[in-house]
C-alpha cells in the first residue's frame, strides 16, 4: 500500500501542474488572438 | 517509514513555495491598497493563484502520506491540517471574488481579503510550534532535537529550490497574462467609449 500511495501522490503532483500549465498555455492563446483583434480596430 | 517517507521530498517544498506564494500576495495586496497599482494587483491575483495550485498538492499528497503512517486520511483536531484547509479555502473564495466580481471595487475587496488570508498563512506556520498535534513538529527551525538527517539533507533542499524556482517562474508568467488581460480590458473598454461617441 506504501508504494501505491507515493506513486498516486507523485501523480497527483504531476498531473495538477501539467492541468495548470495548460490553463496558462489555453489562456496566452486566448489574450493573444484577442489582443491582436482589438490592436486592427 | 519506509518508501512512503519520499512525499516528503516535495510535501514539504510544495508546502514553501505555497508559503511564499501567499507572502507575496499579501505585500503586492499591501502595496496595491497604497498606490492602487494594476502592476500590484496582476502580481497578487498572479501570486494568490499559484498558491492555491501548490496549497492543492500539499492538502492532496498529505492525506496520502498520512493514510499508511496514521492509519487514517484526515482528522478534524489536527489544528495544522485544518487551517491548511481553511487557508485553501480562504484563497479560493479570493479568486472566485476576482472571477465572478466585476465592481469597480473588486481590486480592494480581495485585497483586504487576502490580508485576512495571511493571518491563517503565519496561523498555519506556527501550528506544529504553539500545539501538539497528529503532524510532525518542523523538522527546519524546529528548535533543539529538531532537524534532517544529512543524507536527506541535500536531496531536500534540491527539491526546496527547484519547487521554490518554478514556483516563481509560474508566478512570472500568470503576472504577465495578467498584465495582458488588463490590457484587453483597457482597449474593450476604449472602443466601447469610442462606439458610444
Redo the contacts between chains.
Keep these: 500500500m506504501m508504494l501505491r500511495h507515493l506513486y498516486i501522490a507523485y501523480a497527483v503532483t504531476w498531473v495538477i501542474h501539467i492541468v495548470y500549465l495548460s490553463f496558462l498555455a489555453v489562456k496566452h492563446a486566448r489574450l493573444k488572438r484577442e489582443l491582436s483583434k482589438l490592436e486592427k480596430k | 517509514m ?3 517517507q ?2 516528503f521530498y ?2 514539504v517544498p ?1 508546502a514553501f513555495a505555497a508559503f511564499a506564494c501567499f507572502f507575496v500576495n499579501l505585500a503586492a495586496s499591501l502595496a496595491y491598497l497604497k498606490t492602487r497599482s494594476p502592476r500590484m494587483d496582476a502580481l497578487a491575483l498572479a501570486s494568490a493563484q ?1 498558491g492555491v ?1 501548490f496549497c ?2 500539499v492538502l ?2 498529505g492525506p ?2 498520512a ?2 503512517v496514521w492509519g487514517i486520511w484526515w482528522t478534524w483536531e489536527d489544528v495544522r491540517l485544518t487551517s491548511t484547509l481553511l487557508l485553501w479555502l480562504i484563497y479560493v473564495s479570493y479568486l472566485l471574488l476576482r472571477r465572478f466580481s466585476h465592481a469597480g471595487s473588486m481590486p480592494v475587496l480581495a485585497a483586504v481579503l487576502a490580508i485576512f488570508g495571511s493571518v491563517d498563512t503565519g496561523f498555519v506556520y506556527m501550528s506544529i510550534r504553539w500545539f501538539r498535534t497528529h503532524h510532525p513538529q518542523p523538522v527546519l527551525a524546529g528548535g533543539p532535537g529538531s532537524g534532517l538527517d544529512p543524507a536527506m539533507l541535500h536531496a531536500f533542499f534540491i527539491n526546496l529550490i527547484a519547487f521554490s524556482a ?1 514556483g516563481a517562474l ?1 508566478v512570472w ?2 503576472y504577465l ?1 495578467e498584465r ?2 488588463q ?2 480590458e483597457e ?2 473598454a476604449l ?1 466601447a467609449v469610442g462606439g458610444a461617441r
Design positions: 519506509g518508501d512512503i519520499r512525499i516535495y510535501h510544495s499559484v495550485v492543492t498538492i492532496i499528497t496520502l502520506w493514510r499508511p518554478f509560474l508568467v500568470r497574462l495582458q488581460q490590457r484587453v482597449l474593450h472602443a
